[in-house]
C-alpha cells in the first residue's frame, strides 16, 4: 500500500519540476510585461494630458466667445453686431463650429445661428443656473456630433427683460482626432510588446550565454581533469565572480582528491604490512607441526601486529571524526608545566634508557581540552624520542604571546627534518624517507594528530627543524577569557 501511495507523490514531483520555467523564459516575460505596462502607462498618462489640453482650450474659446456675445448684448447699439456675430459669423465656420441662441423670459428665440434648430435644439440644453459659471455639459446628437453646451444669462439695458444665451461648440472634429489618436497608441502598445519581446529574446539570450558557457564548461570537468578551471576574462564581473567561486570550489575539490587518494594509497600500504606480517608468521607455523614454546612465540608476534592495527584504526577513527563532527570540547585552565610534568613523568623510563634529557622550561596557562592537549603534547614527545639519538635533549616550553595567543614547543637534538618535507610532515601517513628506517613501527599519523586537535582549538602548528641539528614543533593556543569557556 505504501509502495502504491508513494508512486503519485513522485509522478507529482517530477511534474511540478517538469514543470518550472527557465530563468530565460522569466526574465523575457518579466521583461516584455515591463515594457507592456510601462507603454500602457504611458500612453494612458499621454492621452489623458491630451484630453485635459483639448477640454481646457475647448473651455477658454467658448468661455471667449461667450464674453464676446455678452459685450455686444450689453447695449441696445450693439444689436446689430450681435445679429451679424449670431446668424453670420458662426455659420461661415467649419470647423469647431458654434451655435448661438437668445432667448427671452419666456423661451422665445430672438437670435440664433443658422441650422441651429436641426443640430442643437433647445430642450437639450443645460437650465440656467444662478452663476454664469456654470458647468459645461457635452452632448451627443443622433448625426453623430459632439457639442459642449452652456446657458449663460445675458445683461441688457433697463426695460429689455431677462434674456439668455445657450451656446454650444461643435466639437465633432476634435473628439475624431482623439479617437484617431487612441487607435494609434493602442497600435503602439501592440507593436511594442511584440518588439519588446523579441528583444527581450535576444537580450536575455545574449546575456546568460556566459551562463550557458559556464554550465558547459563546469559539466565537461570530471575526476579525470579536475585541474581544469572554468574563469574566462570576457564574461561579465557577477558571472565571473561565479566562476571564481567555482574555481575556488574546484581547488578544494583537487585538493581534497589528492589528499584522498595518497591517503587511500598510504592507507593500503600501511595496513598491507601488518596484514602480510601476519599471513607470513601464519604461514611458516602451518609448514610443519611445532612445539607449544614456538606457536607461543608466533602469537606474540601476532598480538604486536595486531597492536599496530589497532593504533592505526584508533588514529584513523579520531581524525575522521574530527573532520566531520563539531569540536565537542571541554575547555579548562591548564597548567602548562604541570601537565608536561606528567607527561615527561610517563615518558621518562625510555627516556634514560635511552640516554635522553627531557626537561620543561617556563610555564604559561591556557585554555584547552585537557584530555586532547594531552594527547598532542604526547606525540610529540614520543616522535622526538624516536628521533632524538643518545646523549640528546628534548626540551618543553610555554609562554604568552603579545597577541594573545600562548605557544607550547616541542625541541629536541634529534636528526632534523629537511626543508622540502617540512610543508607534508601534518599529512596524514607521511612520514620522512631517512626516518622510515629509524622507526619502523611509526604510522605516520602521529602529527596528523596533533593538527587535527589544533584545528579543534581554533589553533595552528609552526615547524621548525634543521637537518643534524633537532626540530622545534610549535602548538600556538588561541587565547580565551575565562567567562567564554565557562559558558
Not at 483639448?54 to 464674453?67: G, H
Not at 455678452?70 to 459669423?89: H, I, P, T
Not at 440644453?125 to 452632448?139: E, G, H, R
Request: aromatic content about 6%.
Amino acid at each position: 500500500m505504501s509502495l502504491k501511495n508513494d508512486e503519485p507523490s513522485s509522478a507529482v514531483c517530477s511534474g511540478s519540476h517538469s514543470r518550472s520555467w527557465s530563468l530565460s523564459r522569466r526574465l523575457m516575460l518579466h521583461y516584455a510585461f515591463s515594457t507592456f505596462v510601462i507603454l500602457n502607462l504611458s500612453a494612458a498618462l499621454l492621452f489623458w494630458g491630451l484630453v485635459n489640453i483639448a477640454e481646457r482650450e475647448s473651455s477658454k474659446f467658448l468661455q471667449d466667445e461667450i464674453n464676446t456675445i455678452k459685450l455686444l448684448s450689453s447695449r441696445e447699439s450693439y444689436q446689430q453686431g450681435l445679429a451679424r456675430k449670431l446668424e453670420v459669423g458662426y455659420a461661415a465656420r467649419e470647423s469647431m463650429k458654434v451655435y448661438g441662441r437668445i432667448l427671452d423670459g419666456q423661451g422665445k428665440v430672438l437670435l440664433q445661428t443658422y441650422g441651429m434648430n436641426e443640430n442643437v435644439p433647445v430642450a437639450v440644453f443645460p437650465p440656467l443656473a444662478l452663476s454664469d459659471y456654470t458647468q459645461t455639459q457635452k452632448w451627443e446628437n443622433g448625426k453623430g456630433q459632439v457639442y459642449l453646451l452652456r446657458s449663460v444669462r445675458l445683461e441688457s439695458d433697463p426695460g429689455q427683460g431677462e434674456r439668455m444665451l445657450q451656446i454650444a461648440l461643435n466639437i465633432t472634429y476634435m473628439e475624431q482626432v482623439l479617437g484617431h489618436f487612441r487607435t494609434v497608441l493602442l497600435l503602439v502598445i501592440c507593436v511594442g510588446t511584440f518588439v519588446s519581446l523579441a528583444l527581450a529574446v535576444l537580450t536575455v539570450r545574449r546575456g546568460l550565454y556566459p551562463l550557458t558557457e559556464l554550465a558547459q564548461r563546469t559539466t565537461s570537468i570530471t575526476a579525470y581533469n579536475l585541474n581544469e578551471r572554468v574563469t574566462l576574462g570576457h564574461w561579465p564581473a557577477e558571472v565571473k565572480d561565479l566562476a571564481i567561486a567555482i574555481d575556488t570550489m574546484l581547488d578544494r575539490l583537487q585538493d581534497s582528491f589528492c589528499r584522498l587518494s595518497s591517503y587511500v594509497s598510504n592507507l593500503a600500504h600501511e595496513l598491507r604490512t601488518p596484514v602480510n606480517v601476519l599471513m607470513g608468521e601464519a604461514e611458516v607455523a602451518l609448514t610443519k607441526a611445532r612445539s607449544a614454546d614456538d606457536y607461543r612465540h608466533v602469537l606474540e608476534s601476532n598480538l604486536e601486529e595486531y597492536e599496530r592495527l589497532a593504533r592505526i584504526i584508533d588514529s584513523l577513527l579520531f581524525i575522521a571524526r574530527s573532520d566531520v563532527q563539531e569540536p565537542d570540547l571541554s575547555l579548562e585552565e591548564i597548567d602548562v608545566c604541570r601537565e608536561v610534568g606528567e607527561i615527561i613523568e610517563y615518558y621518562l623510563p625510555l627516556a634514560e634508557d635511552k640516554g635522553i634529557a627531557i626537561s620543561c622550561h617556563e610555564n604559561a596557562i591556557l585554555y584547552a581540552d585537557r584530555t586532547l592537549f594531552r594527547r598532542a603534547v604526547s606525540n610529540l614527545v614520543s616522535n622526538a624520542l624516536n628521533y632524538t639519538d643518545a646523549g640528546g635533549t628534548i626540551t618543553v616550553s610555554a609562554r604568552r604571546e603579545a597577541g594573545r595567543t600562548v605557544d607550547v614547543t616541542v625541541s629536541d637534538t634529534g636528526c632534523g627534518i629537511p626543508k622540502a618535507d617540512l610543508p607534508n610532515i601534518t599529512d596524514r601517513f607521511y612520514r620522512v624517507d631517512s626516518a622510515r628506517h629509524r622507526n619502523k613501527e611509526g604510522t605516520g599519523l602521529g602529527l596528523a594528530i596533533v593538527k587535527s586537535i589544533m584545528d579543534m582549538h581554533g589553533g595552528s602548528i609552526k615547524v621548525a627543524s634543521e637537518v643534524g641539528k633537532g626540530t622545534s614543533i610549535t602548538l600556538v593556543f588561541p587565547r580565551s577569557d575565562i567567562t567564554n569557556l565557562s559558558s
